[in-house]
């Protein structure tokens, strides 16, 4: 893994990174490289992993089932 400098804000990134992570400027592919699952879509220019989805994505589920236990133990 090799540093390199990102060509929007010069901040330095590896040259295995899909996006910046100073400024979220997308990083060119390799031909015959896909980016799934490693990115998922682009939301204002910046990307997200699929780590940090599925991540979020939990966190919210428990969040909400932790919500609704001390509800229901409120409610008792």
């Given at each position: 893994m090799t540093l390199?400098?990102?060509?929007?804000c010069q901040g330095k990134l590896s040259d295995k990174?899909?996006?910046c992570p100073?400024?979220?400027?997308?990083?060119?592919?390799?031909k015959g490289r896909s980016a799934w699952p490693g990115?998922?879509?682009g939301v204002a220019g910046t990307?997200?992993?699929?780590?940090?989805l599925?991540?979020?994505?939990l966190g919210s589920?428990?969040?909400i089932?932790?919500?609704?236990?001390?509800?229901?133990?409120?409610m008792r």
């Open positions: 390199m400098s990102c060509p929007d990174a899909f996006a100073h400024c979220g400027f997308p990083m060119v592919q390799q990115v998922i879509g990307y997200i992993s699929s780590q940090a599925i991540a979020m994505v589920v428990m969040f089932a932790f919500a609704a236990i001390m509800i229901a133990a409120i």
